[in-house]
């Protein structure tokens, strides 16, 4: 229980730092959401001045903060200027969609990348293992953007996918199943463009603990007295290995979500992505705010799951973590 | 009557990083008798270990068998499909690794990996499972069965262990089971229990095994049979009182009087030197021709340098591997 | 007046406890006694055999009297100086004179040095003779303990398990200690290296005029080589004495029991010794 409590606490402690940073470096990046109306010659100077006095940017940092803070409590976030609307309300229906892309990429790819890596490490040296690494290294050195570009040409070519969006027009028309086939259908690229991705990080990962572990004597010992090869692979194999794999679940799920405001972006998925662009050029300050602390607060989920599977699996971690 | 198991012949070879062959085995063949404890004595380089792993073609990648056969229960061993072979592991022979607290899986519960084994070999429901696991570690653990079952490898002492893995080997009443120096990290009184629960297992079951050691002392106490391993070779093999009180090579008498004994020390023969066999044992890379033992042997004659001696018999059912005892040209 | 030198213990141990905290599931904290109530002492230049199963407390001992663990209570002395009253700095002077051999050569001796250079590293922490000197002295020290010069340059994955020990051993005497403690140092080895080690230590003892503290489970090996034996059971010391009598008539149970389950044997091996 302690060991839960202390991992909260650190995460709570680092919402706090991350949002305090993020409310620093957008207060310092030079202009504010009212410099484009002040380049138009029909609004006046008293107006805007007047305008930035309504949304209290003239006041002082430290109690911009408190107010925010003050908000967040309320459930509000603060305010978008540019979408008029309470902040949160905002987020939280782009976030939906974000997190229905990422989760399903995170799934889906692990899926890929466990039987891909154990295989890989159990033949090593042979062909498969070959295989795989040349495939590998070649998605590692692909950047995500020109992957994500890729895809939409094969999508525009090809007339497969819809080329961007989420539902077609006439959604609200359609049943139950169709509808779910429609977002499958809008999901499939930006979702493959995720999980080529981080496939290539994944796999050698899986392989390298996999591969550490076949050389375990417990491994050698359970041949020995039969247990066939395939359980010995998935269950005894992959139970050893699991500790760094965990942890890099954990990981995993951060460096998707910063991948997918790129693959948002490009396949016009209205996900979280293309709303904090806009608000970033558009200097929408607290919408910034509140999206890079929902993607922080995302990431430390992902790390804080991570954290209970490894106690889970681990049994040796549960005795350390009760004898202190 | 057929032995049980019938080795003739095996030859052995790793390739190590550095490249060339190391000949680890040459030429081994014995066999062991249904119910009979055959003892395997050798140091480090002997051989022990390779024997244990090779019988059941568990070797490393770079190792491989280059000659001989297995013969157990009517097939050839090391010609066997895999299936096949999965099924002999553990079913029908047993075996028990050297280093009990590697050799447990550290992040699966002691009875989960006994019932692993008994699941591979019969299907059986979970109930069924677990109520066959509880008996096959109630033979070993009498007072506290299913606490040990519950329990993780990290929670239990090196004498439990061992004691899981010796269920592991045996949950499935195989006919046979190979030890390798199970009782190395083991301290004098657990050892003991250790040996006594081979007695008890081959009292019920009527195993067969195949004790892999260093320490003659340990042999006196259980073997039938004793093969000495030296350098890769077969270098004596007989009954066991008779190789161990009367032994015939040179090599098996040097070993023998060089350990210090509880009734040297009660003699007076406290703090004098004790015999040893000069040198080390050959790198197995460059052997040169002749009898492997040849350099450190105290009775080497001219014949040993040119040729390998062949086995011959020198008493009832002991044979050895030395010119002393004839087959010099 | 020499004579009364020769008569003081080289070692004395006073009452030593050792006792570490534990945490349970609950989150209490209970206390595990390694050491209860320990004394004893060694004469100099004669070899003490600590016997017992495992968890009886015997490396914890070690540790104390190498000033690695400091012990919850008791006094240790070493040529009539309380040790474990010191200041880590005069400590420091004393630490070269008590030296440790390990069980494992294999975990002891830094893989990735050469053995010459593990030889001489203790010269170069004492700071006391120039590079060449060093390489002279650790020369002379391997050729001492039978490794010969030509492979000082090697590594110790390319020598056996007992050559392994010797390394351990030469570099053990690299600081001229008077005692040495052998934790289980003979444990590890096959039967005809573990004689050549034992031989090894006899001579060194004679020649160098050495005390050991042999920690062992092994009542045969203790016989041999200890002219006292003392024995632990769960942290307390059950019976001390010369080591012939303790293996001939032992006194406590405990005592007793180890010795029957050493010689269990039906068939004693070994060609009958001449007597």
């Given at each position: 229980m302690r060991y839960f409590l202390r991992r909260l606490g650190h995460a709570t402690l680092l919402l706090f730092g991350v949002s305090v940073l993020t409310f620093l470096f957008s207060a310092l990046a030079p202009g504010s959401y009212f410099d484009e109306m002040q380049l138009n010659p029909q609004i006046s100077r008293e107006s805007v001045a007047a305008l930035r006095a309504e949304y209290q940017l003239d006041r002082p940092l430290p109690v911009r903060y408190a107010r925010w803070v003050n908000s967040l409590l309320h459930g509000e976030m603060g305010f978008s200027f540019?979408?008029?609307?309470?902040v949160a309300t905002l987020l939280w229906a782009r976030a939906k969609n974000t997190l229905l892309l990422t989760v399903i990429a995170t799934l889906l790819a692990w899926a890929i990348a466990l039987p891909l890596g154990i295989w890989s490490a159990a033949s090593a040296r042979r062909w498969p293992d070959r295989a795989v690494s040349g495939l590998t290294a070649a998605l590692l050195i692909l950047p995500d953007l020109v992957l994500a570009l890729g895809l939409l040409i094969l999508a525009v070519r090809s007339?497969?996918?819809?080329?961007?969006?989420?539902v077609s027009l006439g959604f609200e028309k359609l049943s139950l199943l169709q509808k779910f086939r429609d977002v499958a259908a809008h999901m499939a690229l930006p979702v493959a463009a995720l999980v080529l991705s981080s496939l290539p990080v994944l796999v050698r990962h899986v392989r390298s603990a996999i591969a550490e572990v076949l050389g375990a004597p417990f491994l050698r010992a359970a041949e020995g007295h039969g247990i066939p090869r395939r359980r010995l692979l998935y269950r005894y194999a992959l139970r050893a290995a699991a500790n760094p794999l965990i942890s890099l679940f954990g990981f995993s799920v951060g460096a998707l979500l910063s991948g997918s405001l790129v693959v948002e972006v490009v396949m016009s998925w209205p996900g979280m992505g293309p709303l904090l662009l806009e608000a970033i050029l558009a200097r929408d300050v607290y919408v910034v705010i509140g999206g890079v602390l929902l993607s922080t607060f995302f990431l430390v989920g992902g790390n804080f799951l991570a954290d209970l599977l490894l106690y889970w699996a681990d049994p040796r971690i549960r005795a350390e973590a009760t004898s202190r | 009557m057929k032995p049980l198991l019938e080795v003739q012949s095996l030859h052995v070879a790793y390739r190590p990083a550095a490249g060339g062959e190391c000949p680890a085995l040459a030429d081994v063949s014995f066999e062991v008798r249904a119910g009979e404890t055959l003892g395997v004595l050798g140091e480090s380089g002997s051989g022990k270990s390779t024997l244990a792993v090779a019988l059941l073609r568990l070797l490393p990648a770079n190792g491989r068998v280059s000659g001989g056969a297995v013969q157990f229960e009517g097939q050839d061993l090391l010609k066997t499909g895999r299936r096949e072979l999965e099924k002999i592991r553990g079913g029908r022979i047993g075996l028990m690794f050297q280093d009990p607290s590697m050799a447990l899986h550290p992040a699966i519960r002691a009875g989960q990996q006994v019932s692993g084994v008994i699941g591979a070999h019969h299907s059986m429901d979970r109930a069924a499972l677990r109520k066959k696991t509880l008996e096959v570690l109630a033979r070993l653990f009498p007072k506290d069965a299913e606490r040990i079952a519950d329990s993780y490898p990290h929670q239990l002492s090196g004498g439990q262990r061992q004691r899981v893995l010796l269920a592991q080997a045996t949950a499935c009443d195989p006919a046979l089971l190979i030890a390798d120096e199970p009782t190395a990290s083991l301290d004098a009184s657990t050892q003991q229990e250790i040996l006594g629960l081979f007695g008890t297992l081959k009292a019920h079951i009527g195993l067969a095994l195949i004790f892999i050691t260093h320490k003659p002392e340990v042999l006196a106490q259980i073997a039938d049979r004793v093969l000495v391993l030296y350098a890769g070779r077969v270098a004596e093999v007989g009954p066991a009182a008779s190789v161990l009180s009367a032994p015939r090579h040179p090599y098996t008498k040097a070993l023998l009087q060089c350990a210090p004994s509880q009734a040297g020390a009660q003699l007076a023969f406290r703090k004098s030197k004790l015999p040893v066999i000069a040198g080390e044992p050959p790198n197995l890379m460059r052997l040169l021709h002749g009898c492997r033992f040849e350099p450190r042997c105290a009775e080497r004659m001219d014949v040993c340098n040119a040729s390998e001696p062949a086995q011959i018999v020198a008493g009832e059912g002991h044979a050895v591997s030395c010119f002393k005892y004839g087959g010099g040209s | 007046m020499s004579a009364k030198a020769e008569n003081q213990p080289l070692l004395r141990v006073e009452n030593i406890e050792k006792r570490y905290v534990r945490g349970s599931l609950q989150g209490s904290q209970g206390e595990v006694a390694a050491l209860c109530g320990v004394s004893f002492s060694v004469s100099p230049r004669t070899t003490l055999a600590i016997v017992g199963e495992s968890g009886s407390g015997k490396s914890t001992l070690a540790l104390c009297i190498a000033c690695l663990e400091p012990p919850s209570s008791g006094k240790i002395w070493f040529e009539r100086r309380d040790?474990?009253?010191?200041?880590e700095r005069e400590l420091r002077m004393i630490r070269p004179q008590i030296q440790l051999v390990f069980q494992d050569p294999a975990n002891s001796l830094n893989p990735r040095w050469s053995v010459l250079e593990i030889v001489s590293e203790p010269f170069i922490l004492q700071r006391r003779c120039d590079r060449r000197e060093r390489q002279e002295r650790a020369l002379a020290l391997l050729e001492r303990v039978g490794i010969p010069g030509e492979k000082a340059h090697q590594r110790p994955d390319e020598f056996s398990g007992g050559q392994r020990q010797r390394i351990a051993i030469a570099r053990a005497l690299a600081l001229d200690p008077k005692l040495l403690i052998l934790?289980?140092?003979?444990?590890?080895?096959?039967c005809s290296v573990q004689a050549q080690i034992i031989n090894l230590l006899l001579e060194l003892q004679s020649s160098l005029a050495l005390t050991y503290l042999l920690i062992t489970h092994d009542v045969a090996v203790a016989g041999h080589l200890a002219d006292q034996i003392a024995v632990l059971n769960g942290g307390r010391l059950v019976e001390i004495g010369e080591a012939g009598t303790v293996l001939r008539a032992p006194k406590h149970a405990v005592t007793q029991q180890l010795m029957a389950a050493a010689t269990g044997s039906k068939t004693s091996p070994g060609v009958a010794l001449e007597v």
């Open positions: 540019a979408y008029n609307a309470p007339g497969w996918f819809p080329t961007g969006g989420m | - | 040790i474990t009253s010191l200041e934790d289980e140092a003979l444990s590890a080895l096959d």
